[in-house]
C-alpha cells in the first residue's frame, strides 16, 4: 500500500502546474540553445564557402604568378619586361609608333640620319603639333 502512496505523491508532483512551468521554461531554455547552435553553424558554412571561393582565386593567381616568374627567369622574359615599363630599346633600333587611320590627318615624317636632321625632325614635329 505505501507503494501506491509513494506513486501517488509522484503523480501529483508531475501533474502539478508548477512543474509543467518549470519543464516549460527549461525546453525554452534548449530550443533557443539549439537555435544558436543551428545559427552558427549556417554561418560557419558560409564562410566555409566564401573561403573556399578565395582559395580558389588565390591559386589561380598563384598559377599566373609562377607563370610570369618562370618567364622572367629568362632573358628573353626579363628583356620583353624592360621594354615594356621603361620603353627602351637596344642600340640601332627604331621606335615604331603605329596610328589609327581617325588621325591619320597627322603627317608621318621620315627620320634622317644625322644629329642636324634629328633635330630638325623635332622642330618640324613641334610646329605641326601646335597646328
Request: proline fraction near 2%; aromatic fraction near 8%; charge should be positive.
Amino acid at each position: 500500500m505505501r507503494d501506491f502512496q509513494g506513486r501517488k505523491k509522484w503523480h501529483k508532483i508531475f501533474r502539478s502546474d508548477v512543474f509543467s512551468f518549470i519543464l516549460l521554461v527549461a525546453t525554452i531554455l534548449l530550443l533557443k540553445s539549439v537555435w544558436g547552435v543551428y545559427k552558427k553553424d549556417s554561418m560557419a558554412r558560409i564562410n566555409m564557402k566564401e573561403a573556399e571561393i578565395t582559395l580558389a582565386n588565390l591559386e589561380k593567381k598563384k598559377v599566373g604568378l609562377e607563370k610570369e616568374i618562370a618567364k622572367l627567369n629568362t632573358e628573353r622574359g626579363i628583356e620583353e619586361e624592360l621594354r615594356r615599363r621603361f620603353q627602351v630599346v637596344k642600340p640601332g633600333e627604331q621606335v615604331l609608333v603605329v596610328v589609327d587611320k581617325a588621325e591619320g590627318n597627322i603627317p608621318v615624317i621620315k627620320a634622317k640620319e644625322g644629329p642636324m636632321s634629328s633635330m630638325w625632325n623635332k622642330l618640324v614635329g613641334l610646329v605641326l603639333f601646335w597646328k
